[in-house]
């Protein structure tokens, strides 16, 4: 009878929305491995143990970030999720189309960071993801790198920046 009424009193506590607000979880199953992470959203939390973002306290913004990855990186995509662990069937399609050229492929997770979505957004004047950059260029989204594939225009395109399509 107590375990029955503590289980109830529990189960009760639990549906209360404050019960909830108190952290933010976040769990990732990769290779086998459960990777998981709780960031306290508590204001009587010290500064020392909160979340902090470095870019907000520089003069580096996120439009000179996204810049800086498409200068600096032969293939980059802004996605959903990673390239081992896509987040939507879009972003899951441009990864597998590019990983077929074999090229050294950098990525960014939009869903990380609301900031850095809208200034991807403004940088390619593109509203939707995943969105491609080769060797500086903005190409687009999933659709696009796949008709680019089935044409022979990425071949072309990546031809000196990988080890070329993988054999099958």
């Not at 952290?23 to 500064?47: E, K």
């Not at 957004?121 to 989204?141: D, R």
């Amino acid at each position: 009878m107590a375990r029955a009424l503590s289980n109830a009193l529990l189960k009760g506590i639990a549906g209360f929305p404050a019960a909830h607000s108190r952290s933010v979880h976040a769990s990732l199953i990769h290779n086998g491995l459960r990777y998981s992470s709780t960031v306290p959203n508590d204001p009587d939390t010290h500064d020392d143990f909160k979340p902090t973002n470095k870019i907000e306290n520089s003069d580096f913004s996120l439009n000179d970030v996204v810049e800086q990855d498409v200068k600096d990186n032969p293939v980059m995509i802004y996605m959903k999720g990673v390239p081992d662990f896509p987040q939507c069937g879009f972003s899951s399609l441009a990864v597998k189309v590019l990983k077929h050229y074999n090229v050294p492929l950098s990525a960014r997770n939009i869903l990380e960071n609301p900031e850095l979505k809208t200034a991807v957004k403004t940088f390619s004047h593109w509203p939707t993801f995943p969105q491609i950059f080769i060797k500086g260029e903005f190409i687009g989204g999933s659709d696009i790198i796949l008709s680019m594939h089935q044409n022979g225009e990425l071949k072309e395109k990546l031809k000196d920046i990988g080890a070329g399509p993988k054999s099958e």
